[in-house]
């Protein structure tokens, strides 16, 4: 579905519901609308009088097209100042992912749909605006929808409204909107107006300006959209406000009144989420201890049978005295100097069973093994050393000087060989 095509429904007509982040779903051609009553109150705990600013409207719509796949359309309030604010909002809307866009007529600051202390601008300035949104539109390269709404009925006169309407749709405006008209015969008086051009009918819900009426009666005067601001964010606020009732009297919600939590992970996408990491998951083979000096990791995964599935001890795979460390670089001085013959042996085995690492590593070299493996740093590796006698008989399977699970998991062993 195009924004065009959003714009110009010609045979059946979509209805909106809009909450604080303007989720809602549509009886047909589904679309969402996003508007600044409720985004005020969600986001802001504000009144809808014009404290909100267009950064915080079209961030919030940014989050909102990114998280569904339907059309959006956004409220853009009276474009947030001249013309030139009315081309940069349009634009910023268009790189928000906004299909479509409602700019209004009133004055700064503006006031909320059907309720008091409404003005508007001039008319050549009113129309002025939408001049200005079409040809950002056309600048850009979008297809946004462009609603021109008036608040003139309230604020002048039904004739006002309808001329600026008419004066809109010769602007370039895609969908036509006049705001808190009082009867049905004004709704058709509306609908007659610029029959080319697609109108919108707001139900504020709970007692505005306008009869609360279906979508099929609303089809039947003229309408092709719908708005039903108040719906979801309506429940939501009583919903909310019973729950914590409830917590502030020694209570807990009834069960029946909130989804389990299985429910609640699953609509925020909890599942999804869970199976497309799956994808991402990585093999042993793939998991790597390495320094600068060599890839344990690749080098035990090509040796074939390793201890973890033999269950049988055998010599270390790999022997990198030579590699790690130059003994006569330290020239016999440190504290180390008297340990360079002894000898460390680290083991790695991974969380699920498979050695990723045995190597022989010289015991001066305790610092560079920090290095290695970031989980033996801190430890007091050097005195456990100093205090710890050879095992003779048993070389490879001397004490033990570290013994532990590091972050991922796996098991990290430190002993004398």
Not at 96 to 103: D, K, N
Not at 165 to 183: E, P, Q, Y
Not at 323 to 329: A, F, R, V
Not at 354 to 359: E, G, R, S
């Amino acid at each position: 579905m195009t924004t065009k095509e959003l714009g110009h429904q010609e045979r059946r007509m979509p209805y909106r519901n809009n909450a604080g982040r303007g989720e809602g779903h549509c009886r047909q051609n589904d679309s969402l609308e996003k508007n600044g009553f409720s985004i005020s109150a969600a986001r802001l705990g504000l009144p809808d009088v014009g404290l909100i600013s267009y950064g915080e409207m079209v961030d919030q719509g940014r989050l909102i097209t990114e998280a569904v796949s339907v059309p959006v359309i956004g409220d853009a309030d009276n474009g947030y100042g001249n013309c030139m604010n009315v081309k940069r909002t349009v634009k910023g809307f268009i790189n928000a992912g906004f299909a479509g866009i409602i700019l209004e007529d009133q004055v700064s600051p503006k006031a909320c749909g059907h309720t008091q202390g409404r003005k508007v601008v001039s008319r050549e300035e009113a129309i002025m605006h939408i001049k200005a949104a079409v040809d950002a539109r056309k600048e850009s390269g979008s297809d946004i929808v462009i609603v021109a709404r008036t608040d003139s009925r309230q604020a002048l006169s039904l004739d006002e409204a309808l001329w600026r309407a008419r004066a809109f749709a010769d602007a370039g405006a895609d969908v036509l909107f006049i705001d808190a008209l009082a009867s049905r015969e004004e709704m058709k008086a509306f609908c007659a107006v610029s029959p080319g051009v697609p109108k919108m009918a707001n139900m504020l819900e709970g007692g505005g300006k306008t009869p609360i009426l279906s979508p099929l009666e609303l089809e039947e005067i003229g309408y092709k959209i719908i708005a039903y601001p108040l719906s979801l964010i309506g429940v939501s606020m009583r919903a909310m406000e019973d729950a914590l009732v409830a917590i502030k009297g020694g209570r807990i919600p009834p069960p029946g009144s909130l989804p389990s939590f299985e429910e609640i992970k699953d609509t925020l996408g909890f599942n999804h989420y869970y199976e497309e990491e799956k994808r991402y998951i990585a093999t042993p083979a793939q998991s790597s201890y390495s320094s600068g000096f060599y890839d344990y990791t690749s080098e035990a995964s090509r040796s074939g049978d390793t201890e973890s599935r033999t269950g049988k001890s055998q010599e270390p795979i790999i022997d990198i005295l030579p590699q790690l460390y130059d003994p006569g670089s330290a020239g016999g001085r440190g504290p180390s100097s008297g340990m360079w013959s002894r000898t460390l042996r680290l083991r790695i085995t991974g969380r699920d069973g498979v050695q990723k690492m045995d190597a022989k590593i010289p015991a001066g070299f305790l610092e560079g093994m920090t290095k290695v493996i970031p989980g033996l740093a801190g430890a007091n590796i050097m005195e456990r050393l100093r205090d710890a006698p050879i095992d003779s008989d048993n070389p490879q399977n001397g004490q033990i000087l570290l013994d532990f699970e590091d972050g991922m998991g796996d098991r990290i062993q430190v002993f004398i060989a």
